[in-house]
């Protein structure tokens, strides 16, 4: 089993920045990809950034030039630092794993996140 463990939303003014941290622990294989995704009310939850299998990254076309993912392989570690934020930009934040040996998909708790105008 896999527990992610989020930190760092919070409220912020429109321009502002945030950081989020997502740590892994337990039965971690080799393989997996982990990243974020964010959730707002009445749509469907959507990926903001993540560490593919092979390592490189992938970002939702909304926060290209703004956020940036990275991550602490030693800590099994992911961070989302957020820059230049939107009030569209305000959701709850997940941090995701998907572990390639067994095809599972494990959430984090999620993190809110908001953008004042």
């Known amino acids: 089993q896999v527990q992610l463990v989020e930190s760092g939303g919070g409220l912020v003014q429109t321009g502002g920045s945030l950081r989020l941290s997502c740590a892994a622990s337990?039965?971690?294989?080799?393989?997996?990809?982990m990243g974020w995704y964010r959730e707002t009310p009445g749509k469907q939850r959507e990926l903001v950034a993540e560490?593919?299998?092979?390592?490189?990254?992938n970002y939702a076309d909304f926060v290209k030039g703004r956020f940036t993912i990275s991550r602490d392989n030693a800590k099994n570690t992911v961070y989302l630092q957020m820059n230049s934020l939107k009030p569209e930009d305000t959701a709850v934040y997940y941090c995701?794993?998907?572990?390639?040996?067994?095809?599972?998909?494990?959430w984090g708790q999620g993190t809110q996140v908001t953008v004042s105008s």
């Open positions: 560490f593919t299998r092979g390592g490189s990254t």
């Open positions: 337990g039965r971690l294989f080799s393989t997996y990809k």
């Open positions: 995701h794993l998907f572990d390639y040996s067994d095809y599972m998909n494990y």
